[in-house]
């Protein structure tokens, strides 16, 4: 059974149809792409499997478990984790304390234990700075650990958005262009660590990006949208020669 | 990762020398007598100053939002307490105890209004927030102005009239009497005590900021929807921000109350006024700064009353350190000042570590 399966979902805002029956099916350890053309809705699906937008049609199934029109908090506990488009950090915490805050459902001890500094809160904060530290290692951040968020170099910020998703622990990753503003350098030390991650991880993602570069070299599936509509999907190679794509998106 | 605990932790460590140094101080000078009796007055108001100013910066500062309702919840806490006391004046004859009790009944009632307040006021945000606080902080002051309490052999009588509408027996005693307030209150506040209660409030605010619970809040501060996306449950948290330091606005009205032998409700110390004064602290000091609303708060109580010897100018005065303070805690070029020697100052103490 797919880990992500999505059936049917829209969603309009006044009289436009942001997205309309939208269909998805990604497989555990899948890394799957969803392209499309500037206000195709592709953060929208996002905001939608995210809870952000109530769907006002279809269904979304995360591993057998239904979580259509959740709230984003329990869809969050429920298995998914993302990251925005204009990066969303906590700037004026420290880069550990981004990751930790991700960590937070994860690892627990009562208000009072903290206040009080008993035990429970001296054990839990050392897990929790060790796992920290091991997922700021694999981005390449420990360096920054006691940085502030917001003094980070834009490219790092990005990975650390990653960072503090994966401390949720979840079974499915959305990365919403990952890539954007990035030199090809920058974008070529992503790919690795997106590969990385997948491997190490046994991470499901499924990632929205306009770099044409990383999406053909790392998606092994991808689904293309379209004024809201799905246009292709199915494997990358055949999607990208798909003559419907290329007139709508790619160009000849 | 160690240093950065270190340095936290170092930094609380000052804080609270801070406090203890200048509690030590003005202590040693009061023992010798060589303080005027006016500043050793002034000593519990500015223990009273403080918590507020801590208290307050928890929502400001560390959550993220404008209350002005500040001294309405040390209203609550204050007549709580007091009509506590004076109903247990001869029953409980111990000061100390009855004093904690009356303590605890301050804080709880406190605590249980920013529940009550808080769970429909904090799905507003910015602006809107601050107008429904400082309505909730005015609707207090004026409903503690018309009630009356009184007790006698029956029990308690209550009233929204006047003394009369009570309908005691002629051995009744009014215990709450509208805009009068409570009078015989006992006078149990000292400095001591308001000492140890800034101990307490640091101690809570401090390491519920260094703690799990305080990252959630600081979360819900910088970004809301991330704080969402990972899983952060933003309503338990504001709310969770928001007790806490009306619980310890109630603590400092406890204190308010005990220090004074008639408790009334009016503009200058549970109004608007007073809510914005509070504010004054935490902004001036610096919002999320703990140790900068301290700082702010004693200089800004002992000011206006250090200078009345200059009579008119007084208030002129106080209006320029205002300025100042403002000036160097915000202005661009100031900051960029500052850092610019932080910074050399730090590299120095790298270089020697």
Known sequence: MALLDVKNLGISFGGLRAVNAFDISIEKEELYGLIGPNGAGKTTVFNLLTGVYKADSGKVLLDGQDITGKKTIDISKAGIARTFQNIRLFKKLSVLDNVKVGLHNKHHYSTLEGILRLPGYRKVEKEMDEKAMELLKVFNLEHAANTDAANLPYGQQRRLEIARALATEPKLLLLDEPAAGMNPNETGELMEMIQFVRENFHMTILLIEHDMKLVSGICEKLTVLNFGEVLAQGKTADVLNDPQVITAYLGE | ?353
């Open chain 2, 1 to 353: 990762m160690l240093k950065k605990m270190t340095k936290n932790t170092k930094s609380n460590l000052i804080t609270y020398g801070i406090v203890i140094v200048a509690f030590v101080v003005m202590q040693t000078l009061i023992s010798a007598g060589s303080i005027s009796s006016l500043l050793e007055g002034l000593m519990v108001p500015i223990c009273i100053y403080v918590i507020l100013a801590v208290s307050l910066n928890l929502v400001v500062g560390i959550l993220g939002e404008l209350s002005l309702g500040h001294a309405g919840f040390m209203c609550v806490g204050a007549f709580s307490s007091a009509f506590f006391s004076k109903c247990m004046r001869d029953v409980i004859t111990v000061d100390i105890v009855r004093f904690l009790l009356a303590l605890l009944i301050g804080i709880v009632t406190a605590a249980v209004f920013g529940i009550l307040i808080g769970i429909p006021v904090l799905r507003l945000k910015g602006d809107y927030l601050a107008i429904v606080t400082l309505a909730f902080g005015e609707i207090i002051k004026n409903l503690v102005n018309v009630l009356y309490i009184g007790k006698d052999a029956n029990g308690f009588h209550f009233s929204t009239k006047d003394v009369m509408a009570l309908n005691m027996e002629a051995d009744g005693t009014v215990i709450v009497n509208g805009p009068q307030g409570i009078t015989g209150t006992p006078k149990d506040a000292t400095f001591l005590i308001g000492f140890i209660l800034i101990l307490i409030t640091l101690f809570i605010v401090l390491n519920l900021i260094n703690s799990r619970d305080g990252r959630a809040i600081m979360s819900i501060r910088d970004n809301r929807i991330a704080a969402e996306s990972v899983g952060i449950n933003v309503t338990k948290y504001k709310l969770m921000a928001f007790t806490i330091s009306a619980a310890l606005a109630g603590a400092a009205g406890v204190l308010y109350a005990h220090n004074l032998s008639t408790l009334t409700a009016n503009t200058n110390n549970f109004g608007y006024n007073q809510s914005i004064m509070i504010l004054v602290f935490v902004v001036l000091g610096g919002i999320g700064n703990i140790r900068g609303s301290i700082i702010a708060a004693v200089v800004l109580t002992l000011l206006p009353e250090l200078l009345r010897g200059l009579d008119d100018y007084r208030m002129l005065i106080y209006a320029i350190v205002l300025i100042v303070m403002m000036l160097f805690n915000w202005a661009p070029k100031v900051i960029e000042w500052r850092e610019r020697h932080l910074r050399f100052g730090r590299r120095k103490k790298e270089a020697v570590e």
